[in-house]
């Protein structure tokens, strides 16, 4: 029986949801894996768990970058929203928090505490960092790799366990490349996570979404900028409630088996697939960023040698590891097994998994929106409706009540059950932009 005593750090907990029965020569294997962390409860002796600085939470270091471009100036509205959105992030940080605010034109700015450094908030930082934002005023380009990079500059300052970014802006990165940019995130994938927000109807969808997915973070579409110290102020809470940073799902398969894919599947569709690092032989780690108290579910599809009836084999072990300064990994203790079983019994073969079934809709859901909304934008109006109907059907099917309202703003819905729709002809901007960027929100098996 495991001793369980009082502790800051999260419990993390993992349960894989399979069906590993085979036909003859079936190869593929799928499974669901459930990873659960519970922060600041009772954790066992046996889990291993990272140790905190003294005052008995994680220390955190969080970067504030606010579109400073001259067109946060239309409405006039924008900016002032900005402002108040970033004074009411600031003072939900916790006490000891290290932080600076940014503003972003086609250049970085400091714009506090300022002189490449981070301030530790209290009451007195708070209101410094708040009389500070009263001088943000719109003017210039958006480049939004050199705001990046900068906050990766004042992050790195800090000895701390979680650094996380906050990015807002109002339109397009168009006073750098898009190479740029991509070099910006690689250099800062990794190294902080970044919860993106656009504002306003003028920017693009997947730049913002990129820039979210690279850095491991959440994005969201504020269409009034009336809602954004809402917004800023969840954002903040939720970063304020990581507990463990940098964790990888590692994932170990034998001789002969190759994985075809790791994705997160819930809350949203992120595909890690190619951000694999090696990780001693037949193992790989897959990165997923910064935890508090929450659950996320990963779909593993992996493909095995084929073996006769009868034969059994591990297809895959998966755990929970955080890199540590010195090299090495420290194991969170949770750990999941992916079966292969072989049989001749049809019916346990051609079973799909609940799960398992589930999220491959989700995720078909998630391509379907954006498919149909390219085709849309390119006039291929048939196209369109095709894939937005299948998207409406698997809405239906799974239950995804939100972004079945979402798409019933950009198609009228003739019958659900079976995805017959019809484009709507006039559409609202801000109606399309909030169906593209939250596509890849799921919801998880109904019980």
Known sequence: MAIFAKSNVPQFSMDVYQNEYLPEGGR????????TATGGGTVGSAIAAPVYPAGGRPSAA??????????????????????DATAAAVDTLRDGTHFAVIGGTHVAQEVYPGGGRLAVADAATREQAKRALRRLSAGGGTAIGTWLRLADRLLSSADVTIRHGILLTDGRNEHESPEDLRAALDACAGRFTCDARGVGTDWEVKEVTGI???????????????????????????????????VALRVWTPVGTTIRYVKQVAPTVADLTGRRTEAGPRAGDYPTGSWGD????????????????GQEMLAARV???????????????????????????????????????????????????????????????????????????????????????????????????????????????????????RSTKTVRVKK
């Open 212 to 246: 979210a997915s690279a850095l491991l973070g959440t994005v969201d579409i504020v269409a009034d900028p009336a809602g954004l110290a809402a917004d800023f102020t969840r954002m903040m809470e939720t970063a304020m409630g990581k507990e463990v940073a940098d």
């Open 28 to 35: 593929e294997v799928n499974a669901i894996v459930t990873v």
């Open 62 to 83: 969080v970067a504030i970058m606010v579109d400073c471009s001259g067109s946060m100036d239309y409405p006039p509205t924008k900016m002032r929203n900005a402002r």
């Open 319 to 437: 755990s929970l590891v955080v890199p540590q300064p010195d090299g090495s990994v420290q194991n969170l203790g949770a750990q999941g097994l992916v079966r292969a079983v072989w049989t001749d019994d049809m019916a346990a073969s051609t079973s799909i998994n609940p799960q398992v079934a589930h999220y491959t809709g989700q995720a078909e859901l998630a391509q379907a929106i954006q498919q149909g909304l390219d085709l849309r934008k390119a006039g291929d109006f048939d196209g369109a409706t095709a894939k937005l109907g299948r998207a409406v059907q698997l809405a239906n099917v799974s239950g995804n009540a939100d972004t079945a309202k979402l798409l019933a703003k950009v198609v009228d819905v003739v019958d659900a059950a079976t995805g017959t729709v019809r484009l709507k002809t006039r559409v609202a901007e801000a109606d399309e932009m909030t169906l593209e960027t």
């Open 294 to 309: 929450e659950s996320r579910d990963y779909h593993l599809c992996v493909e095995v040698p084929a073996a006769g009836l």
